[in-house]
């Protein structure tokens, strides 16, 4: 079986792409402050969040969340509940009728592998296992995985969501066609761990404030002169 091509070996020019980071990230932290990681949510909360918040938006995934917190007074009780009343209180989120199996059988692996409705032996881990034991999980994946090990437990993970997979490649620092799931090691590479909170969050508030999918409003942005998008666009008009 031939091996599997290693992300970081798919990126041409890659001292080039990390140059990049000191700048923009100066820039960023000027638009939008510095961060300290703070714990928002335990492992447990962060992951099911994570799986509500698939393919919808924070504020669907908030209030199903809160629908789900008030509808059942713990894991156990959300493992075992009735599955057409789960996917009723999950349907805020969208897919609910994906969503609220996969949430029980998320449920019953850990409960199975761990014996309790916990996570927090992941902080013992070593990252890659941790990962690893997450992605194992049905419906988890390399983006959840991240972001349950970077604000549940402030472990060194890049999570890679729609808004740094898009303002990433336009900035240049990953090639074009770079799958999202591959993004995530290359820009683990890019940016010091101790900056993997703060940069993921000033990224994602970048693509949300100035950096739209659609239309991005060059006209404002704090870091044109890095971005590859905007100075080829520029050499073009």
Not at 49 to 76: G, H, M, V
Not at 176 to 183: E, G, Q, W, Y
């Amino acid at each position: 079986m031939a091996r599997r091509k290693d992300p970081i070996e798919k990126v041409d020019n890659l001292p080039a792409r990390k140059a990049k980071y000191l700048p923009v990230a100066a820039a960023l932290t000027q638009v939008y402050g510095p961060l300290d990681w703070s714990r928002q949510q335990g492992g447990m909360d962060e992951l099911i969040s994570c799986i509500l918040s698939q393919s919808t938006n924070d504020t669907n995934r908030d209030r199903a969340f809160a629908r789900l917190k008030k509808a059942y007074p713990d894991w156990e009780a959300v493992r075992f509940a009735d599955l057409d009343e789960l996917t009723e209180v999950v349907r805020p989120a969208g897919l609910a009728n994906q969503k609220a199996p996969r949430i029980q059988n998320v449920l019953q692996v850990i409960y199975e592998k761990v014996g309790e409705y916990s996570i927090d032996f992941l902080n013992d881990r070593s990252l890659e296992d941790a990962k690893a034991w997450l992605c194992s999980l049905r419906g988890v994946g390399p983006k959840t995985a991240a972001i349950v090990l970077c604000f549940a437990y402030g472990r060194p993970a890049f999570p890679v969501d729609t808004h740094i997979y898009r303002v990433s490649k336009r900035i240049g620092f990953i090639p074009d066609k770079l799958s999202a799931n591959d993004a995530h090691p290359v820009m683990e590479a890019i940016t010091p761990p101790e900056d993997y909170y703060q940069f993921h969050i000033q990224l994602i508030q970048h693509g949300r404030d100035t950096c739209h999918a659609r239309k991005p409003s060059c006209d404002r942005c704090s870091i044109v002169e890095y971005c590859d998008y905007f100075i080829a666009n520029a050499k073009t008009n």
